[in-house]
């Protein structure tokens, strides 16, 4: 199937530059605004643009969320080429994080740059007549749907945020303060059931809108954004939201675990929602940063220099070179050798070495590397800079991930302890793993276990390690109190003069 993605076509309103702060998200183009949103394509245009910023990877440098978010676990470290390559990584990977130096200004510019985009979008959606009205309702869902998602995010990485839900300009900008995280939970709760109640979403992905949330997505959402809200309350609830998704027959598990994440495999039966990364704007040093639809976490998590023995060769695809970033910890190897989802993991460097392989060492090489997203010459971009425009999708909610959450949740809600036993070994059972039969306590941890087994290096295990208060047990250098979130970025701070409050011990 020729990929369809959700490219942005047209950019309709702009924010002030990154001096000026990213939660002013008063729009400065006002006369190409006042002669915009007239029409239902130039509202389907401005919602592509709301969509646009979720693959965002180089905003305020190299801001990724999966690579990231992996080398901030005990899955990677940070690489690269030396210690002063990309020190926002390292800072995170060691949890040597100030207000100045960490990733947090790109993450926080980034989201706030798509809540902005939401807020405009829903306000003109609500000025506008004469539209069809049920094509209108799907797209105000479809923005809900994502300024939770941005929300969300923001929520989990810096704890409290200010809560913007309506256009703002730079004066209020300057005043915002900081929201209790439980009120921004129930807001992203609340544009979440907008979503969910709209009967314009669809079930399932529609071939000729690929990239576009369904109701599985929101679905799977609302039960991932409960686990996540600190109300021990409501994880019966967000467990009936996840086995939603699962009872739905809209999704089944791969048969086999290795094609998951094939790049031919994309939006296959397992994967709920993807973030869709495309070649197709032939990007080049001389235009990248967001202008780009690439997936760079590929590239910077390839091996540095490399060359090595083509698919016909050995049993194993053809690498790219790459960048080094996020060589595995032997921590995790060890956790996962003797698992049948080891080989389709990690890249064993040595085994490859053996093969006639050779690659360049980088910072905090262990010879080991992510395989999941993996750069491969088969699929470099044919045009432009191929290390800009790699067009791996990143799996945001799969099947399996549902499943574990959901047994997660009716074990910590009091739930049925059998259902949750039967979704562990559902995954189990797919790599030919023996079923297990624990109880309480045993077997809240053996879900942990598959967690960090099933879903390694996806993005998880950070937010995993905090949520469960585990984060000080696996990680030597992170302390209780500070390092669950990051800091809030200074220049923001010194934007509203003091308004925003710092994070606790930064």
């Known amino acids: ?213 369904t109701k599985g997505a929101v679905t799977a959402m609302l039960g991932k954004t409960l686990m996540y809200s600190g109300d021990d309350s409501r994880f019966l609830d967000a467990a009936a939201y996840l086995e939603e998704v699962i009872n739905s027959g809209n999704y089944s598990l791969e048969s086999n675990f290795e094609d998951i994440f094939r790049y031919d495999n994309e939006w296959n039966s397992e994967s709920i929602w993807e973030i869709q990364y495309s070649a197709e704007a032939r990007a080049g040093w001389d235009r990248f940063g967001n202008g780009s639809e690439g997936n760079y976490t590929t590239q910077f998590i390839g091996m540095r220099e490399y060359t090595g023995p083509t698919s016909s060769q050995y049993d194993g695809p053809s690498y790219a070179t790459g960048w080094s970033f996020c060589p595995v910890s032997l921590d995790l190897v060890d956790f996962m050798k003797n698992d049948p989802r080891y080989r389709h993991t990690i890249i064993d460097g040595n085994q490859l070495k053996n093969l006639g392989a050779a690659y360049t060492p980088g910072f905090q090489n262990t010879d080991y590397f992510l395989r999941k997203y993996a750069p491969v010459e088969d699929f470099r971009a044919p045009d432009g800079e191929p290390a800009l425009n790699w067009s791996n999708n990143e799996r945001v909610i799969r099947l399996a991930d549902v499943l574990l959450m959901a047994a997660e949740c009716l074990v910590r809600g009091g739930g049925d302890e059998g259902q949750a036993t039967a979704y562990v070994n559902r995954i189990r059972s797919r790599v030919s793993l023996q079923p297990i039969s624990n109880s309480g306590q045993s077997l809240l941890d053996a879900i942990y276990r598959e967690r960090r087994m099933e879903l390694a290096t996806e993005g998880h295990r950070f937010f995993d390690l905090v949520r469960t208060g585990q984060a000080a047990q696996f990680l030597p250098d992170f302390v209780e109190g500070k390092h669950e979130v990051l800091p809030i970025p200074q220049s923001e701070i010194d934007l509203t003069q003091g308004s925003l409050i710092q994070n606790p011990g930064y």
Do not use: H
């Open 1 to 213: 199937m020729k990929k369809i993605n959700i490219l942005i076509t047209i950019l309709v309103f702009s924010f002030l530059s990154c001096g000026e702060g990213y939660l002013d998200l008063d729009p400065i183009a006002q006369n190409t605004e006042a002669n915009f949103y007239q029409t239902e394509e130039q509202m389907f245009q401005a919602l592509v643009g709301v969509y646009d910023v979720i693959s965002w990877t180089g905003t305020a440098g190299w801001t990724m969320n999966l690579g990231l978010l992996t080398a901030a676990s005990d899955e990677t470290f940070a690489g690269g080429s030396d210690r002063s390559d990309q020190p926002s990584w390292v800072a995170w990977d060691e949890f040597t994080l100030t207000s100045e130096i960490g990733p947090q200004s790109g993450f926080w510019e980034k989201y706030y740059a798509g809540i902005g985009r939401a807020n405009v979008l829903l306000e003109k959606i609500e000025e506008s007549e004469g539209l069809d009205q049920a094509l209108m309702n799907r797209f105000v869902a479809e923005t809900k749907f994502l300024r939770a998602y941005y929300y969300f995010e923001l929520v989990r990485l810096f704890g409290d945020v200010p809560l913007i839900i309506s256009r703002i300009g730079p004066d209020a900008a300057r005043e915002q303060v900081r929201t209790p995280k439980a009120q921004v939970y129930a807001q992203i709760e609340s544009d979440l059931l907008a979503a969910y109640n709209e009967p314009g979403i669809p079930e399932v992905p529609i071939s000729s809108e690929i990239g576009r949330i």
